[in-house]
């Protein structure tokens, strides 16, 4: 929790500071903008890539919609891919508008679902044990966005995710057995490239 808040924190400072010296305003920018992640990672995804589209929603440039899918990559005990997707549909608040450097807060909903694999270490035996489950999971996220606009059209940048996760489920492939972990957390980030128009 440390380590969430102090990024939390230098993400927040980096928007203001950012923004305070991009004082030039672009409403009459493009309302949409489609971006690839050539980085993204999640808990219990691993790292993988992802992409996503956001619109905008008004003439200032204050509140825009993002639906983005992430897909996490991360290896087993046999060297094998677990795979992961995760879907988080979410608002964007831009205090200060569109500029050159953006800054915005929002909140995002998360469905994560894939495959996991769980070690089990017997404490009569000292063996460890590996058990493949499907597992799903949702939440609420709240999110930091801290986006370079190069041009009109060519963006990039950065954002950092960390909340909830109320419904966290898993079904042992084998036995079919279904575990419930009760409430735990999500934590996301994520490094885009994209194009407005």
């Not at 995804?45 to 992430?70: C, N, S, T, W």
């Not at 606009?149 to 419904?167: C, R, V």
């Amino acid at each position: 929790m440390k380590l969430l808040k102090i990024v939390s924190l230098g993400l927040l400072a980096t928007g203001l500071s950012f923004s305070s010296f991009a004082q030039n305003k672009h409403e009459n920018w493009g309302r949409n903008n489609i971006k690839f992640y050539p980085l993204s990672t999640f808990t219990y995804g691993g790292v993988g890539f992802g992409v996503a589209y956001e619109r905008i929603m008004d003439q200032k440039g204050l509140v825009g919609v993002q639906l983005p899918l992430h897909l996490g990559l991360s290896t087993d005990f046999s060297n094998d891919y677990d795979a992961t997707i995760m879907f988080n549909p979410g608002v964007k608040i831009y205090p200060w508008g569109q500029r050159k450097v953006t800054y915005a807060l929002g909140t995002s909903i998360f469905f994560n679902s894939g495959n996991f694999t769980r070690s089990n270490w017997d404490y009569q035996t000292g063996l460890v044990t590996y058990s493949k489950s499907n597992r799903f999971s949702t939440g609420l996220l709240i999110n930091q966005y801290l986006q370079f606009n190069i041009t009109e059209n060519i963006n990039l940048g950065f954002e950092f995710g960390a909340g909830p996760s109320y419904i966290n489920r898993e079904k042992d492939k084998f036995t079919g057995q279904v575990f419930s972990d009760g409430i735990d957390g999500m934590v996301n980030f994520g490094f885009h490239f994209g194009y407005r128009f």
